[in-house]
């Protein structure tokens, strides 16, 4: 018989590490199935809550952020799109002439339409997860465009009427804000972090075979 996982993923639409941790824990997922299953719940963390609409350079978001230097924050990205290329995804570069995404941007309304998606079943949440992080991170396009998020909306099959409604006005803003600050009163403070049954953490882009141990770990110990 099948164990089914409740999964918390926690994580920020504008984080690459969170599209590595996603894409290595759906190929452990295949690994274990169909011995083991997941409930999968996608949470809002906002790595830069106080963004202005309009975004930042990225380099010189990263620089200042993380006190590198512009050659440092460059080999990070490689590093990244070596990684994420090794599990199938594209992360387009970081320069503006080249087609690449040049900005880091506020992620609040991709997270509020994340949470009504979630209402609408996991697969549709899920669908729009996956759309967010290719149209950031591959694209190259804003997630706090309105716009761009419809296009995405209506791209994934949710109702665009009501998106705009959403869009239109505050809902969902204190539902978001309650999840994130209890996952940051959790001692979530960076992502992804990813929680299974309530209670069990594994933090960061792991790589596939340490999601496949934790997973099968977990469900014999809950079994």
């Known amino acids: 018989m099948a164990t089914t996982l409740k999964i918390d993923f926690v994580s920020d639409v504008s984080c690459p590490w969170c599209v590595i941790g996603l894409k290595a824990l759906?190929?452990?997922?295949?690994?274990?199935?169909?011995?083991i299953t997941a409930?999968?719940?996608?949470?809002?963390?906002?790595?830069?809550?106080?963004?202005?609409?309009?975004?930042?350079?990225?380099?010189?978001?990263?620089?200042e952020k993380y006190g590198i230097s512009a050659e440092q924050a460059e080999g990070n990205r490689e590093a990244i799109r070596q990684r994420?290329?090794?599990?199938?995804f594209t992360f387009s570069g970081s320069n503006a002439a080249g087609g690449g995404r040049s900005r880091i941007y506020?992620?609040?309304?991709?997270?509020?339409?994340?949470?009504?998606?979630?209402?609408?079943?996991?697969?549709?949440?899920?669908?729009l997860k996956e759309g967010l992080f290719k149209t950031y991170f591959t694209d190259g396009e804003?997630?706090?465009?309105?716009?761009v998020l419809m296009k995405l909306v209506a791209d994934v099959g949710l109702d665009p009427v009501r998106a705009a409604d959403i869009l239109?006005?505050?809902e969902y803003a204190t539902e978001v804000r309650e999840r994130e600050q209890f996952y940051q009163s959790q001692g979530i403070h960076s992502v992804p972090a990813i929680i299974i049954n309530d209670k069990h953490l594994i933090s960061g882009g792991q790589p596939v075979e340490v999601f496949e141990q934790a997973l099968r770990q977990i469900a014999e110990a809950e079994g």
Do not use: C, K, Y
Not at 27 to 34: D, F, N, Q
Not at 39 to 58: C, K, R, S, V, Y
Not at 84 to 88: E, P, V
Not at 108 to 114: E, S, T
């Open 26 to 35: 759906d190929r452990a997922l295949a690994r274990v199935s169909p011995d």
């Open 39 to 63: 409930d999968l719940h996608f949470q809002p963390f906002e790595l830069n809550p106080t963004m202005a609409a309009d975004g930042q350079d990225i380099t010189e978001h990263i620089t």
């Open 84 to 88: 994420g290329a090794a599990l199938g």
């Open 106 to 127: 506020n992620t609040f309304d991709a997270h509020r339409l994340l949470h009504w998606a979630e209402t609408q079943g996991e697969s549709q949440q899920r669908a």
């Open 142 to 147: 804003s997630p706090a465009s309105q716009g």
């Open 168 to 170: 239109g006005s505050d």
